[in-house]
Nanobody, 122 residues
């Protein structure tokens, strides 16, 4: 029920904006997390926007480079990624949790998008 898009190939230092859209969910009613599965690594939560307060959280590895935001009118959650590094390469998933906090454990998220591939390489 979630659709993640916006991935692609970008050079180090470049930017991408990922989108998470929903066809049957009102995303503002959910805490939305962006997860990344890097090659050879486990899936990790890299950013989250809370349902109740719209407060945001970031993994240390992306802090000050990535920004998560909501467009309530369009029912989309964005992840703006700047100053991209090769280690940002991976498949990015958005997920929705019916909670007011940002669980790092993916099992707490009820809905998942299909993933969008980000490759940072020169």
């Amino acid at each position: 029920q979630l659709q993640a898009s916006g991935g692609g190939l970008v050079q180090p230092g470049g930017s991408l904006r990922l989108s998470c859209a929903a066809s049957e969910l009102t995303l503002a009613s959910y805490t939305i997390g962006w997860f990344r599965r890097a090659p050879g690594k486990e899936r990790e939560l890299i950013s989250c926007i809370r349902r109740t307060s719209s407060g945001t959280e970031y993994a240390d590895s992306v802090k000050a480079r990535f920004t998560i935001s909501r467009d309530r009118a369009k029912n989309i959650v964005f992840l703006q990624m700047n100053s991209l590094k090769p280690e940002d390469t991976g498949v990015y998933y958005c997920a929705a949790a019916a909670r007011g906090i940002c669980p790092s454990d993916g099992s707490h998220y009820r809905y998942w998008g299909q993933g969008t591939l980000v490759t940072v390489s020169s």
